[in-house]
Nanobody, 120 residues
């Protein structure tokens, strides 16, 4: 089992950047594929980005390509999402998630979320 805790959300102006972090418990972090998802007010949760256990493979939603970068540091049991050129439509609660198979489009474990607000 793995426990996930996100941080790094906040309020940013359009065009700005934020880096989200997700700290994972346990000693088997590298065995989990990880992903970021988001849920905007009144909308369903959607996939943003995923990364394999080793970090060798990544996968992005079209909305994230070219602006967001997912990465991980297995020595620190931490997942990251660097978000650049933020837009108001990126406003959402962002969740990290884990699954032992890649890509983790149907995760087994979820964090509690961190809120991102992009002002115009």
């Amino acid at each position: 089992q793995v426990q996930l805790v996100e941080s790094g959300g906040g309020l940013v102006q359009a065009g700005g950047s934020l880096r989200l972090s997700c700290a994972a418990s346990g000693r088997t972090f590298s065995s989990y594929a990880m992903g970021w998802f988001r849920q905007a007010p009144g909308k369903e949760r959607e996939f943003v980005a995923a990364i394999s256990g080793s970090g060798a493979f990544t996968y992005y939603a079209d909305s994230a390509k070219g602006r967001f970068t997912i990465s991980r540091d297995n020595a620190k049991n931490t997942l990251y999402l660097q978000m650049n050129s933020l837009k108001p439509e990126d406003t959402a609660d962002y969740y990290c998630a884990a699954r032992q198979s890649y890509p983790p489009l149907e995760p087994d474990y979820w964090g509690q979320g961190t809120q991102v607000t992009v002002s115009s």
